[in-house]
């Protein structure tokens, strides 16, 4: 039994026993490939999706646990690296060994009403009693994938979702489970996946043609790790309106001369960097980075091929002294975020799959903020025959590098911005979001 505090009542979640769900047909038993794309970014991405009780069928919550179990099993069929385990190749790169053990499945029971857990979500207990981790002493002996299904004295219930981003980017991770609810519909899947991630391997020889600078060590000369450990964090979330999103976009191209255009992302993304720098008091000659990934799906040469399963993002970056990022207009940092985007081109991607190949690097996050986006990611539309989740997103605080950019339930266009800071740097930060 499992606690956390929910309003005035604690909330008690009974998990069964695990069991492992395999493909329903014989699926391959060989290696699987993760290309330098895959390898950087073996962590576990966790997902919560809200159902309400089906008051049209007047289904039970009881056959959700069987019809989710029973669709997972068909659907992997399809995705069937996700019912194997990583292993270590001969080149020391991550692989999948495709031993159709399948994923670890539970199903729980709550104490409440579906509503009343929803009014929680920023309890960080709550994703831990809703979300099924399994504990390994290295990624390798972590599985792929958990699923846990749990039932809501209403009727409702939940589906957590544990899963190694190394098998799917957020697009890819959408896609699997609304095939999912589509086998769980008796629907053929719209999207099929394709897995050869081959299309993706380093050029013989490997050929590094760009600086590469989202790998760049940034001496923390602010001393900003120390104001971390000497304050507590605090979390908050920002919401951005569509109407304060508009305006946002239209104070970036006010003096004409900066910038002719700019999407949503590269506004909000210079808000934030520049604020999130002011806030920490860096020093002027600090330089500071941003990085955030492209999809990189329709920039290859030629575009991936549709439903293409694993990881299409690449991350860039933007460089900058926080010094100028702050004596100047909030267009320049508008500016630094379009350049960032408008470097991703085939010719980028492939010399840092290269530069991977040859360095084994890994992205540095001194003095650096990673913008994760979820916003523009469909999960809220992931349909098992209960209707669209009423309710969807990432599970867990982020790391404190690390700002989410979320989508606002069923308002589309609408973000959430998310992200942790010292106590008097959030108090800054709260000041400079008064827009």
């Not at 009014?119 to 207990?125: A, G, Q, S």
């Amino acid at each position: 039994m499992e606690n956390a505090t929910i309003d005035n009542f604690e909330l008690q979640v009974r998990r069964g026993e695990s069991t492992r769900v395999k493909p329903a047909e014989e699926t391959n038993k060989d290696f699987y490939f993760l290309c330098n794309l895959d390898q950087n970014i073996a962590v576990i991405m966790r997902t919560l999706y809200f159902y309400k009780p089906d008051d049209q069928d007047k289904r039970s919550n009881d056959e959700a646990a069987n019809i989710v179990r029973d669709s997972l099993s068909q659907v992997l069929v399809h995705y069937y690296p996700l019912a194997g385990s990583l292993a270590i190749s001969s080149e020391g790169k991550l692989i999948v060994e495709c031993t159709g053990e399948g994923v670890v499945f539970v199903e729980a029971e709550a104490n409440c009403k579906i509503e009343e857990a929803i009014r929680k979500l920023d309890d960080v207990n709550l994703g831990k009693q809703l979300v099924f981790d399994v504990d390994g002493s290295n990624i390798l002996e972590v599985p792929l994938m958990t699923a846990q299904v749990t039932k809501f004295r209403c009727g409702g219930f939940t589906l957590g979702i544990c899963m190694n981003h190394c098998m799917a980017d957020g697009l890819s991770a959408v896609e699997f489970v609304n095939s999912w609810g589509e086998t769980a519909r008796g629907l053929p899947l719209t999207a099929p996946p394709f897995l050869d991630r081959t299309l993706l391997k380093a050029q013989i020889p490997p050929t590094v043609e760009f600086y590469h600078d989202e790998f760049l060590e940034i001496k923390d000369i602010s001393n900003t790790h120390q104001l971390y450990s000497e304050e507590e964090t605090q979390f908050r979330s920002f919401y951005f309106s569509p109407e304060k999103l508009s305006q946002l976009k239209k104070s970036a191209l006010e003096d004409g001369v900066t910038l002719i255009k700019c999407s949503t992302f590269e506004a909000l993304a210079g808000l934030i960097w520049r604020a999130r720098t002011k806030a920490l008091r860096m020093r002027p000659d600090q330089q500071t980075k941003l990085l955030f990934a492209v999809d990189g799906r329709s920039r290859f040469n030629p575009p991936l091929p549709k439903g293409f399963f694993g990881n299409g993002i690449v991350l860039t970056y933007a460089l900058c002294d926080a010094g100028t990022l702050q004596e100047n207009q909030f267009q320049h940092a508008v500016k630094l975020v379009q350049d960032a985007i408008s470097r991703v081109t085939d010719e980028y991607m492939r010399s840092a799959i290269d530069y991977f190949e040859m360095t084994r690097a890994r992205p540095s996050l001194s003095a650096t903020l990673l913008i994760t986006t979820w916003s523009r990611l469909a999960f809220h539309s992931m349909d098992f025959g209960w209707g669209e989740a009423i309710y969807s997103g990432p599970v867990g605080l982020p790391q404190r590098e690390v700002a989410l950019f979320l989508p606002c339930g069923q308002d589309t266009k609408g973000i959430i911005v998310h992200l942790g800071l010292p106590t008097s740097s959030m108090e800054i930060f709260e000041e400079l979001m008064q827009i």
